[in-house]
T-cell receptor
């Protein structure tokens, strides 16, 4: 089965700086890679996703890049703000697999220092 | 628009007591429904998923069970809670051909004492 790993488990950046969060996956058949943001005491919310037929996707201050050869994908947040502080989860799935389900990483806690 | 409701938000239960957590979805039909558990400092563990009324798949052996009595209702239960059942429980739904995008509820923080 799929195995998704996130490193490190915590990341601290200064407000205004960029943050990059990396994930690796094991199943070369995976072709859908979403990122979720979870604020304290709330459920995770989808913030951006990418499919394997593209290498990069951008939405305002956030972007996701995918390297299929190396089997890793990254979340990039530019001009970080205190409200970006949260736990970020990456995930992977094979959207063509029977009853495809997302496999999540363990999450990374991002702290943006004002 | 679609919304997902999950309750209660917090719950403190003694060991050995029963459990019932409820989740309902509005604004969509025939969704896939999921129960996840999030232990402190750990990721999201899929417990159950359902593709239709009465259809439940269990991902991990455990002390919990799930039921789907109606199309948009998903219930997580236990007859006797264990200390290890403590955690943050999340209900989620997905729809579409490939069920990619998961939409999570606000979660229930369960403490078993």
């Amino acid at each position: 089965g799929e195995n998704v790993e996130q490193h490190p488990s915590t990341l601290s950046v200064q407000e205004g700086d960029s943050a990059v969060i990396k994930c690796t996956y094991s199943d070369s058949a995976s072709n859908y890679f979403p990122w979720y943001k979870q604020e304290l005491g709330k459920g995770p919310q989808l913030i951006i996703d990418i499919r394997s037929n593209v290498g990069e996707k951008k939405d305002q201050r956030i972007a996701v890049t995918l390297n299929k050869t190396a089997k890793h994908f990254s979340l990039h947040i530019t001009e970080t703000q205190p409200e970006d502080s949260a736990v970020y989860f990456c995930a992977a799935s094979n959207r063509y697999g029977a009853n495809s389900k997302l496999t999540f990483g363990k999450g990374i806690t991002l702290s943006v220092r004002p | 628009s679609q919304t997902i409701h999950q309750w209660p938000a917090t719950l403190v239960q003694p060991v050995g007591s029963p459990l019932s957590l409820e989740c309902t979805v509005e604004g969509t039909s025939n969704p896939n429904l999921y129960w996840y558990r999030q232990a402190a400092g750990r990721g999201l563990q899929l417990l159950f998923y359902s593709v239709g009324i009465g259809q439940i798949s269990s991902e991990v052996p455990q002390n919990l069970s799930a039921s789907r009595p109606q199309d948009r209702q998903f219930i997580l239960s236990s007859k006797k809670l264990l200390l290890s059942d403590s955690g943050f429980y999340l209900c989620a739904w997905a729809t579409g051909n490939f069920n990619e995008k998961l939409f999570f509820g606000s979660g229930t923080q369960l403490s078993v004492l």
